[in-house]
């Protein structure tokens, strides 16, 4: 991308709609813009805002407008910027950009803006990224971790922990300049020490990924049981709504069906199958094939059993702890329906009434524990992004050779290019490492005008 180039994009969506928004940035953009506009905004103090109208090369009146003036140094580019504010309308946005660019600006790249602000030192990487997973958010969770991003605090943590390691890389490659005097600068035991320290820290982190992932993308919830258990209207329960066709008749689910619903703040994929029984017919038990297939990609399994049933209740907590046992990082656990027809409270079981909502919200609040699991949303840093995750894997990996390097009274010099490896991937999150081909990677995923 040219950074020199003064550049323009719309920064609202296409189609009309009352406002619409052009963003213009470069060490030319006041000129520009005061060429089309009906005032002089050269000498224009930073942060105001400037009513006026913009007309074509024969005066032909475009629109009134307002435009917003951010100074160098004082915009979200860090450069001279504009924003003009317009009637939402189509050709309106056409005709200010053709003048724009007839005038000397040029169409903005993919992410052109936010790449400047990270070039400029208005954000790291990570805050950079973190402005798409912003603009990506469908939920409280999804929205508040990004934002935490954007606002620096996974930026900040890292950059402690790596200067740390800076210090302690520092010291152990000072020794080696001082090694026929078998002087010894950084404290191995102190060392060993810091090191397991940001190992546990940094594991935790990668660790949250898995949580991060399943925020961002929905967490996939399976809903499985022989037929008439009540997966259907458990499905419309959750939903608050009739989505699948509920009905006495035994395999009347015979394909799946997916829903999205957000439950305090997080996002799960709801998947209701087909029953599960032996000597099904044909569409039926293609149906069944589906349902095994959505249990294996199935972050959560619930096996609903029907309560009025003993034999179902027995054969459901024998099946669930089978798939427990034969699926270790997914959560399986049995919920008992039909409470409003008999009371069958279990261990290890929650019983509820997916005709009457009787304990709906208990089996919610159990998704939300599953979910989050010992982590704080206001207080702890998710990970969302699987660079972010790798970089944290490969981090891990030099700091472990360096510790046991340190356990193993190896040489400093060995030590320090472990220490210096893992303070390298620590510094690609934040972009303190990086490559042409890496942002051109980050950033052509980011919409136009962003």
Not at 46 to 56: A, K, N, P, S, V
Not at 291 to 296: E, F, G, L, R
Not at 394 to 421: C, H, P, W, Y
Request: glycine content about 8%; aromatic content about 6%; some cysteine.
């Amino acid at each position: 991308m040219l950074t020199k180039d003064t550049i323009c994009a719309t920064a609202t969506s296409s189609g009309v709609g009352a406002i619409g928004l052009i963003r213009i940035s470069g060490d030319k953009t006041l000129a520009i813009v005061s060429s089309i506009f009906n005032k002089d905004l050269s000498n224009a103090n930073t942060h105001t805002l400037h009513f006026g109208t913009i007309r074509d090369k024969n005066s032909n009146l475009i629109d009134e407008v307002l435009i917003s003036v951010f100074r160098e140094g004082k915009s979200y580019t860090g450069e001279e910027s504009c924003e003009i504010s317009f009637h939402g309308s189509p050709f309106i946005q056409q005709e200010i950009t053709k003048l724009l660019i007839a005038n000397g600006c040029r169409l903005a790249e993919p992410g052109e803006f936010t790449q400047r602000a990270f070039l400029n030192g208005k954000l790291d990487l990570s805050q950079a990224e973190a402005v798409a997973d912003l603009i990506a958010s469908q939920s409280k969770r999804t929205h508040e971790i990004a934002l935490k991003q954007l606002r620096g605090k996974f930026s900040s943590e890292l950059k402690e922990l790596r200067e740390k390691l800076i210090n302690f890389a520092s010291l152990v490659e000072l020794e080696l300049d001082f090694g026929e005097e078998d002087v010894e600068f950084a404290d191995r035991t102190e060392l060993a020490q810091l090191v397991s320290d940001v190992i546990a820290y940094i594991e935790r982190l990668a660790s949250s990924f898995e949580l991060g992932n399943a925020l961002k993308n929905g967490v996939p919830v399976a809903i499985v049981g022989a037929p008439n258990t009540g997966k259907s209207t458990l499905l419309n329960q959750l939903l608050g709504e009739d989505r699948a066709i509920v009905s006495d008749i035994a395999g009347t689910t015979r394909d799946v069906i997916e829903e999205l619903i957000n439950i305090d703040g997080i996002q799960f994929r709801l998947i209701d199958t087909a029953g599960i029984r032996e000597g099904a017919a044909d569409i039926e038990a293609m149906g069944i094939e589906r349902t095994m297939t959505k249990i294996d990609q199935a972050k959560i399994v619930i096996c609903l059993s029907d309560g009025t049933l003993e034999e179902s209740i027995s054969g459901v907590r024998a099946w669930t702890e089978k798939l427990q046992d034969e699926n270790p990082y997914k959560s399986v656990f049995q919920v008992i329906n039909k409470a409003d027809l008999a009371k069958n409270d279990k261990p290890n079981a929650i019983t509820i009434s997916a005709q009457t909502g009787e304990n709906i919200e208990t089996l919610k609040a159990k998704l939300i524990e599953i979910v989050q699991g010992d982590y704080n949303f206001a207080e702890d840093t998710i990970v969302t992004n699987a660079r972010h995750h790798q970089a944290l894997i490969k981090t891990l990996d030099s700091l472990k050779k360096a510790k046991e390097g340190i356990d193993n009274q190896v040489s400093g010099d060995f030590i320090a290019m472990d220490i210096r490896q893992a303070m390298h991937h620590l510094g690609s999150i934040t972009g303190d490492i990086s490559t042409d081909d890496l942002l051109g990677n980050i950033f052509a995923n980011f919409c136009i005008g962003k």
